[in-house]
Each structure stands twice: as structure tokens, then as C-alpha cells.
């Protein structure tokens, strides 16, 4: 695989860091909300909270505005229907995109608070009454079940696709565009899974560094198991090479495509594509040589610790793992030591692609105030694209979380890679049946779990084809009927 440099600085990296998703129970994206500021000020009243930014902070990222619209909102309160809050309660910090909105607009969120699991319900239950909710979290459940509920409509009428300011997205908008109508404003992209490392490990042990690796264009699926090999045959009886829930779903989407996806605004299944079927290969190599930890051995539980101790070489998880204070790392790797690289992918990939996180919104049905919405959705791309809020947000990495400049540096890249090359898999947002059929999480033995445990996908492809091509054309028909309406 050639080597690839990132060509646009900061769009990608702050997709958390300026407060656009939170984390929350079951949060099947592993978001979380990484503000980039401190406060002056904070007072609270009902369901609205008002927080003000340092001077100096509103200085630095001021240079974003000038990349914003003119507009006038007839209202500047937009409604957020969600299980967590933009807005910061006092002592926290504000998000860089809210700041904007506040500023350039005199926008305003008002929250309506609702819970993980009851989030749908009554997400319909306001929609149907006509509330006036007027936008909700994108997830991997969204889309495009809520499209056939009748939960969104298309954001297309409410911004410019052509424009600079979504050009640095546009790949990520086609992943939710439905016969020709967009379904999400994403606003930002992010790797969903990096690959954790233990430098001292590395070092012990004589390996070369992964993002050396990388950079020379050597990081792949060849020079990842060879390493885990030699760590693990050095000590069979104490190392356990590969740890993390969600190794699978990174190194399948590795491959360069997703079970079920979005292609030139069509739903489309991969069950028979070489390149899933050679991800799923490479995912049994890795267990039939014994490189990926046992967690039968215990309790079916990660064993992140293992990475500190030198006892596991990678950890594949999201990099949120290591957004707060390092005495919170479950790894317990010292923040000098700490490694972080891409997931790898096959050593003649065309491109790095990414399993990756679409950051953004769904615009619900009978919105009262889209444009607000277009609106809040754009204050977090032009901050995104601005030198002073990616130099805010490095402060926080630098003093909050205590990451070496080369882990800031190299998050950046990793985020901008899934940005140009994102894999995105519809499954989880088509009906519980797909869902359980290819992302089940109780089973890994199914789906694209199944290969990191010891299934053939010659097995798992002739169980599931036949089954899935019935119930995605069901899912489509329904899609069509509903945007008729």
C-alpha cells in the first residue's frame, strides 16, 4: 500500500472536539463529547443553559466565522431531542461549534431530554405531535429505518453541497443518500477504531514502530500479524496479542467495503465482494494462529490493563478511550509510552480506508426551524476548517488528557484517512433482523464477527446471502414508498 499524507488539516480531528456527539449508555458509536474551551460563566434555566467562552478563546477561533453565511433566523432557538445535552452545565467547557452559533447567529439550543433506550419512542412520540422537535443525534440506528418510520427528511433544500465548506464532507454525505436525497448533515468524520500500542512494548521487543510503519508505507495486515505472531510465540503462556470488541469490526472494514452500503444513492449488498470476503480471511488467519486473546479465559472480558503489563501487543478501540485523564486509560499505559496508529489494511489496498464515524444530525419530519439546524450543522465545519480552534482544541489534548504531541498529530491523520476513505455499514439501520443477522453483538459467531472466531466466510456468506438479498429489498421497497409520500 502506498504511503498516504493528510491534505486537509483539522476537519476531521475536531469532529469531537467541538461538542457535536456525546457519549451515552449503549452508545453503539463510541462518540463522545470532547469540548474545546474554557468557561466565564454558566447560568441555567429549565432546559437551556447559557455558557459563555474565554475572551482569549473566542479571539483564537474567531477567523472561523468569516467562512459562515449571512442569514437571519426568524427564530434562534433550534430543538435537540437527544439522551445527552450540547449544552454545557457550569464548569464545563463550551463546545466551539455552540460558541459560533451563539455568536454569528444568537442561536440557541433548547434541550428536550430524553434516554438510550427510550430515544426512538419518543423521538415518534414528538414527531407525531407535532412538538416541534427540529433535529436528532445521527447513529448507526438512524438511517434508513427512520426515513421508512417517518421520523427525518432530506436536509438537501436547507444547504449548498457544492459549497467549500461541505466539499471536505461530501464523500461521507453520500453514504446516507437515498435515491438522490441526503438524510444527514455530516459534519464531521473520524476513525471509529484506532490501534493502541504500548511503545515500551515495541521497544522491548525489537519491532518497528507501527506509525513508522505507516509512514513508510508498511503498516498493513501482513506486517500486524507477523508482529503479534513473533510477541506471542515469545511467551505463549503469558502473551495475549490482539484485545478489544472491536477488533472485528475494524479489521473487517479494512477490507474497503461494508455488508450493506450506500453506493451513488442505491442500497446495495456485498455479500459476494472479494474484498469483504479477503478481510474475513484475513481475520481467520489471525485466529487460527492463536493471535487474538482468549477472552473465554476471562469471563469474556477486555483486558486492556494487559497493555501496560506488556502481556498484550494491540488494542483495537476508539480513540475516545484516551479522551480524559490518563490515570481513566483502562490500558494503564503512561502517557509517554502511549502509541496510537490506524487500523491497518491489506498490503495492496488502493486506498487506507477507515471504519468510520459520520458526526452530525438527522433533520426530523415537520421541523419547525431546519435552517437553524443547516445552520448550527455549518458553525461546526467552519470551525473544523479553522488553525484557531484546532490550536484550542490541542491545548485540551495537551492539558487534559496529557497526549504527546506526536499522539495529537497522528489522531489528525488517522481521523483524515477515514475522512477521504470512510467504510460505513447500513446493517445496524435497516431492521433488527439484518441487525442480528450481520452486527449482533450478543453472537460472535455471526456475521462479520464471525471470522475472528474461528468461522469460515465461505460458511457465514452461504447462511446469510439468500436471507439478507429478501430482507434488504424489503427495507428498499419500504424506503421508496416512504419518500413518495
Known amino acids: 500500500m502506498k504511503k498516504f499524507k493528510r491534505t486537509v488539516a483539522g476537519i476531521s480531528a475536531l469532529t469531537f472536539a467541538l461538542g457535536l456527539t456525546a457519549c451515552g449508555g449503549g452508545n453503539s458509536t463510541g462518540g463522545n463529547d470532547t469540548t474545546a474551551a474554557s468557561t466565564t460563566a454558566a447560568t441555567t434555566t429549565g432546559e437551556t443553559t447559557t455558557v459563555t467562552m474565554a475572551d482569549e478563546d473566542k479571539e483564537t477561533i474567531s477567523g472561523a466565522a468569516a467562512l459562515l453565511r449571512d442569514e ?76 421508512i418510520n417517518g421520523m427525518f427528511q432530506p436536509v438537501d433544500d436547507y444547504i449548498d453541497l457544492s459549497s467549500e465548506l461541505w466539499s471536505d464532507v461530501a464523500v461521507a454525505m453520500d453514504k446516507y443518500n437515498f435515491n438522490g436525497k441526503h438524510y444527514a448533515f455530516v459534519t464531521g468524520v473520524s476513525a471509529n477504531n484506532v490501534v493502541l500500542y504500548n511503545k515500551q512494548t515495541i521497544e522491548e521487543y525489537g519491532f518497528d514502530d507501527p506509525w513508522e510503519l505507516y509512514e513508510a508505507g508498511e503498516w498493513n495486515w501482513d506486517t500486524f500479524s507477523d508482529m503479534l505472531q513473533t510477541f506471542v510465540e515469545a511467551d505463549p ?23 450493506i452500503e450506500a453506493k451513488d444513492g442505491e442500497i446495495v449488498v456485498n455479500m459476494q465482494s472479494a474484498k469483504i470476503e479477503k478481510a474475513m480471511n484475513n481475520m481467520l488467519d489471525l485466529y487460527n494462529k492463536g493471535l487474538v486473546m482468549d477472552k473465554s479465559l476471562y469471563d469474556w472480558a477486555e483486558q486492556p490493563q494487559f497493555m501496560a503489563e506488556g502481556r498484550e501487543l494491540f488494542f483495537i478501540v476508539g480513540s475516545w478511550h484516551i479522551m480524559n485523564p490518563p490515570e481513566s486509560w483502562s490500558t494503564k499505559i503512561p502517557p509517554e509510552n502511549l502509541g496510537i496508529a490506524p487500523v491497518p489494511n491489506a498490503a495492496d489496498a488502493e486506498h487506507p480506508w477507515q471504519d468510520a464515524v459520520l458526526d452530525g444530525f438527522c433533520l426530523t419530519r415537520g421541523a419547525q426551524n431546519p435552517l437553524g439546524v443547516a445552520l448550527y450543522a455549518e458553525c461546526g465545519l467552519a470551525a473544523a476548517l479553522d488553525d484557531g480552534a484546532k490550536e484550542v482544541y490541542d491545548k485540551q489534548c495537551r492539558e487534559d488528557y496529557q497526549w504527546p504531541e506526536d499522539v495529537i498529530a497522528h489522531r489528525y491523520e488517522i481521523n483524515d484517512l477515514a475522512r477521504q476513505y470512510p467504510v460505513v455499514d447500513l446493517a445496524g439501520g435497516m431492521s433488527s433482523d439484518i441487525e442480528s443477522l450481520t452486527t449482533s453483538n450478543a453472537n460472535k459467531s455471526v456475521g462479520l464477527n464471525a471470522a475472528l472466531h474461528g468461522v469460515e466466510w465461505a460458511t457465514t456468506r452461504e447462511e446469510l446471502s439468500g436471507a439478507l438479498d429478501v430482507l434488504v429489498q424489503e427495507v428498499v421497497d419500504q424506503l421508496a414508498a416512504a419518500q413518495s409520500e
Not at 84 to 92: H, K, L, R, T
Not at 98 to 118: A, D, H, N, V
Request: glycine share 12%.
Open 72 to 147: 437571519t433566523l426568524e427564530s434562534k432557538t433550534i430543538k435537540f431531542l437527544s439522551h445527552w445535552d450540547i449544552n454545557p452545565v457550569e464548569g464545563e467547557s463550551l463546545p466551539v461549534q455552540l460558541s459560533m452559533f451563539q455568536e454569528k447567529y444568537g442561536g440557541k439550543i433548547e434541550w428536550i431530554p430524553t434516554t438510550w433506550e427510550t430515544r426512538y419512542s419518543d423521538l415518534s412520540t414528538h414527531v407525531l405531535g407535532g412538538t416541534g422537535v427540529d433535529f436528532f443525534p445521527r447513529d448507526e440506528e438512524c438511517l434508513p429505518k427512520g426515513v
Open 237 to 259: 503462556d503469558k502473551n495475549c496479542g490482539l484485545d478489544g470488541w472491536w477488533s472485528e469490526l475494524a479489521l473487517y472494514r479494512s477490507g474497503g467495503e461494508a455488508f
